[in-house]
C-alpha cells in the first residue's frame, strides 16, 4: 500500500474565511496546505463590488503572509448589480467569479438573488466577458422540502438559465445530490461542479441518527447514503468537470451550538487528510491530483501549481486538533466520525 503520495499543491475553490480575529485564525489552515483559493464574498456587509473585494484581498494576504498562497475572489451578485461593475471585475485578474446566493437560502444570504430576471443584465455581462457564476443551487420556498431544494433548483432556475444564456460559464457549488452530479455529467460545455470533503464522508444520519450533532449542519444538506455515492462516484471518476471546493465555513461553537445554529464546518485544516482516505477508501489515489490540483485551477484558466505537497499514510489513524481558538470563542474541526490515516507531511517530517 502506497504510503507517500506527492501531489501538485491543491486549491480550494469555495471557502469563507470571514474577517477580523476569526480571519487571522482560520486562515493558516488553508494557506499550509492550498496554493490558491477562491474567497466566498457572504461578509456582513457583503462583498458587491472591486473596492470592497480588493480591500478584503489585502486583509486576506496580511493574515496569510508568509505561506504560498494566493487568494482569488468573488463578488457577491445582488439584484443591484450592474454591467459595468461586472466588466469592471472581468478586467481584474483578483476577481474570477461571481457568487449567486438565492435571497435566503444560507448564512448571510439576505442580499442575494429573489428573482433571476432582476439579474439578467449582470448575467449577461458575465456571459460576454467570461466572467463565471459561481452558484449556490437551492430553491428557497418554504413548501419545498429542505431535502428537495437543489433538485428543484436545477429543474426550476439552473436549466432555464442555462437554456437562456447557453455562454455564461456556470459552476454549480458544493453538489449534494444525485441528480446534480448526473445533471453536470449529462450537460455539454460550461457547468463544473465543486464537492466539498464532508459531503464525500457524511450522511444526513451524522446530523440526525443517534442525537441531533449541529456541527454536522449545512446546507445545502447532507442527504442519504446514496447521494453520497454519487457524490464519491463523481469526485473519483477523473471528470475534469469535478473538482474540489471545501466550502470550508467556520463559526464559533456558541453560534453552532444554539437552537437555532449555523450552518457551516469548519473542514480545512483536515480537507487534504480527509480527502486521501476517500480516494484511497475508493482505490483512487491516482486521481486525487486531479480533483484537487488541476481540474479547479484549468477551469478558472490557471496552470495547475508547479509546487507539491506530500500525504503520508499511517497504520494507526491521525488525531487531530479537535478545537482551534478564535474570536474569544471556539471553533470545533470537522471530525468525520470515521478513521482517517493520512496526514499532511509538514517540513520537520520531509527533512526527518
Ligand atoms: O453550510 C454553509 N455555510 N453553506 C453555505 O452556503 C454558507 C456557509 C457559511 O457561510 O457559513
Ligand atoms: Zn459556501
Redesign the pocket.
Known amino acids: 500500500m502506497t504510503d507517500r503520495l506527492t501531489i501538485r499543491r491543491p486549491d480550494d475553490w469555495h471557502l ?1 474565511l470571514r474577517d477580523g480575529a476569526m480571519l487571522s485564525a482560520v486562515a493558516p489552515h488553508t494557506a499550509r496546505d492550498f496554493g490558491r483559493a477562491l474567497i ?1 464574498p ?1 461578509l456582513v456587509p457583503p462583498v458587491t463590488d472591486m473596492t470592497a473585494a480588493l480591500a478584503y484581498r489585502q486583509r486576506i494576504q496580511n493574515a496569510t503572509k508568509g505561506f504560498d498562497f494566493t487568494p482569488y475572489m468573488a463578488l457577491y451578485l445582488t439584484e443591484d448589480t450592474s454591467p459595468e461593475t461586472i466588466r469592471a471585475a472581468a478586467a481584474d485578474d483578483a476577481v474570477i467569479a461571481v457568487k449567486l446566493y438565492p435571497a435566503g ?4 444570504s439576505a442580499s442575494g438573488v429573489r428573482h433571476i430576471d432582476s439579474v439578467m443584465p449582470a448575467l449577461e455581462a458575465m456571459a460576454e466577458t467570461g466572467l463565471p457564476l459561481a452558484i ?1 443551487g437551492e430553491v428557497t420556498t418554504d413548501s419545498v422540502d429542505i431535502f428537495d431544494r437543489e433538485k428543484h433548483f436545477i429543474d426550476e432556475v439552473l436549466d432555464p438559465l442555462r437554456q437562456r444564456l447557453p455562454q455564461l460559464r456556470v459552476v454549480m457549488e ?1 453538489i449534494t445530490t444525485e441528480d446534480a452530479a448526473h445533471y453536470v455529467s449529462s450537460s455539454d460545455t460550461g457547468l463544473a461542479a465543486t464537492i466539498t470533503v464532508h459531503h464525500l464522508m457524511i450522511t444526513r444520519n451524522h446530523i440526525l441518527a443517534g442525537g441531533i450533532r449541529p456541527h454536522y449542519y ?2 445545502p444538506v447532507a442527504k442519504r447514503s446514496r447521494h453520497r455515492d454519487a457524490l464519491i462516484a463523481a469526485a473519483v471518476s477523473g471528470d475534469p468537470r469535478y473538482f474540489m471546493g471545501t ?1 470550508s ?1 467556520p ?1 464559533t461553537d456558541h453560534a453552532k451550538l444554539s437552537p437555532c445554529g ?4 469548519f473542514t480545512a485544516p483536515v480537507a487534504m487528510a480527509c480527502l486521501a482516505e476517500v480516494f484511497s477508501g475508493q482505490g483512487h489515489l491516482d486521481r486525487l491530483e486531479g480533483f484537487a490540483s488541476v481540474f479547479g485551477a484549468n477551469f478558472y484558466g490557471f496552470s495547475p501549481s508547479e509546487q507539491t505537497i506530500t500525504l503520508r499514510r499511517h497504520d494507526t489513524p491521525v488525531p487531530v486538533t479537535p478545537i482551534i481558538e478564535a474570536d474569544g470563542d471556539q471553533v470545533t474541526v470537522f471530525d468525520p466520525m470515521t478513521p482517517v490515516h493520512w496526514s499532511v507531511e509538514v517540513e520537520a517530517e520531509k527533512k526527518a
Open positions: 469563507h466566498m457572504n437560502a444560507t448564512t448571510n449556490h458544493h449545512c446546507l466550502d465555513a463559526h449555523c450552518a457551516g464546518m
